[in-house]
């Protein structure tokens, strides 16, 4: 399990900085795919193995996109508000022990609400404080809007692709 | 301190995460425009190697040599231009017999990471400090400007792009000779925003944009843009106008590195000018 999550990691900073900084999409879109390795930990894992490891992911993506803190912030901030976010969600369905967060186990609905929300508590943190301040509103809303879009996108096809092999 | 440490780890994960968004936040702080350079920077060699060998395997491997030599032919042919020498003063003697004194020196540079969709953009480039590579160097390609360096290691040097928030470059429309600033509003990567130029000058579209060199960091004339719309806002004095620019910062590949070798003394003496009457 802990493997597992060591070698998530690895792949998705090597995914993000490699493959998908390089990729021009065009116009606002930057996508933050390795938000995808805060939302598969698992339901058991200690509040601050999650801040750490979140805060490891976010800065190891730094170091790559010379943008040193800001997604480390992101990152951290996102692991924050994940356990808050898995209680609201929590009326849908039970977490029985063993559960993993993902579509095989809790259905699409659940999986989409979840990502849905991590994903734009994430973009949001990360173009806010890159502008640094409220000044250009309307246009760091449409970035996050559109990032996150993409980045959902991105996160639901890995569910499908992978979840599998598990 | 018992109550102290049962109250620590009771709220541990709120405490935790405190610490470490202000760690974050410390470094955006410390990383970010024209700080001196850190313990801990993003231009290092490890990174930097990396996205290096990765920008090596993209290359086009046939095309690969054939653009450094051309990219250095270049630098070599900008060094013997001209305009790379400013003319000492003719109406004394010389104790050198120099007529002209170099003022600008290219060096050639590969980009091995760019950025243009987010709202403040870096390129990083493959010299460094031991190539001669200082912060506050101009960066161009033979088709424009593209921005200046903001923090040197060793081997790699991080640039702040045009397309920058923090971007804030002294250009001149060609025609009229007026003196404005060139910044990016964020939006499109092709359209930069050239401010400051009064009213009553003349502004046409199609008008060429190049850099005034009242910076000290490039040199005058460097291609910027043509001017695609201009407007005046309400309550201003000022055209507001959007430059097209001519380099496609998407596809930049080898960049100069250009040198001012008087800047020091040029910012000595503005550094002085307080103290005339």
């Known amino acids: 399990m802990i493997g597992r999550n060591i070698i998530r990691f690895i792949l998705l900073t090597a995914f993000q900085v490699l493959v998908i900084n390089h990729i021009r999409f065009g116009g606002y879109v930057y996508p933050m795919v390795y938000v995808y390795f805060i939302l598969l930990l698992p339901f058991e894992t200690p509040g601050w193995i999650l801040l750490l490891s979140s805060f490891a992911m976010g800065l190891g993506v730094d170091f790559f996109s010379g943008t040193l803190g800001l997604n480390a912030a992101a990152a951290t901030f996102t692991a924050f508000v994940r356990p808050g976010v898995l209680k609201l969600l929590k009326s849908e369905k039970e977490y029985e022990p063993g559960l993993q967060p993902g579509i095989r186990d809790l259905g699409f609905r659940w999986f989409f609400l979840y990502a849905l929300i991590l994903i734009t508590v994430h973009h949001s943190a990360l173009f806010f404080l890159e502008v640094f301040g409220f000044s250009e509103i309307f246009q760091t809303l449409y970035r996050i809007g559109i990032s996150s879009a993409v980045t959902l996108v991105f996160v639901i096809l890995m569910q499908f692709i992978f979840s599998k092999q598990d | ?277």
């Open chain 2, 1 to 277: 301190m018992k109550n102290l440490f049962a109250f620590l780890w009771k709220y541990h994960f709120f405490f935790l995460f405190v610490l470490l968004e202000l760690f974050s936040f410390f470094l955006v702080v410390r990383n970010s425009y024209y700080q001196s350079s850190v313990i801990v920077s993003s231009t290092n060699r490890i990174t930097g190697g990396i996205l290096n060998t990765y920008s090596g395997i993209t290359d086009y491997f046939s095309l690969r040599k054939a653009n450094r030599i051309l990219a250095e032919e270049n630098a070599d042919f900008y060094n013997r231009l001209s305009g790379a020498f400013i003319a000492t003063d003719t109406n004394t003697f010389f104790l050198n017999d120099t007529l002209y004194r170099r003022q600008y020196r290219y060096y050639a540079a590969k980009v091995i990471s760019n950025t243009t969709s987010r709202r403040n953009n870096y390129l990083m480039i493959n010299k460094g400090k031991v190539h001669g590579i200082e912060r506050e160097m101009g960066v161009a390609t033979s088709g424009g400007i593209v921005g200046q360096v903001v923090e040197v290691s060793d081997y790699f040097s991080r640039v702040m792009s045009v397309l920058n928030m923090h971007s804030k470059i002294s250009v001149r429309v060609k025609s009229s000779g007026q003196i404005g600033t060139l910044i990016w509003n964020g939006r499109d990567y092709r359209i930069g925003t050239l401010i400051d130029i009064p009213t009553h000058s003349k502004l046409n579209i199609g008008d060429t944009v190049v850099t005034s060199g009242f910076s000290h960091i490039f040199p005058e004339g460097i291609r910027v843009g043509t001017v695609q719309d201009f407007r005046i806002n309400p309550g201003d004095n000022f055209f507001t106008a959007d430059i097209s620019y001519f380099v496609d910062y998407n596809r930049i590949y080898h960049v100069f590195v250009i040198q001012n070798l008087f800047r020091k003394e040029m910012n000595e003496l503005d550094a002085n000018k307080n103290h005339t009457p």
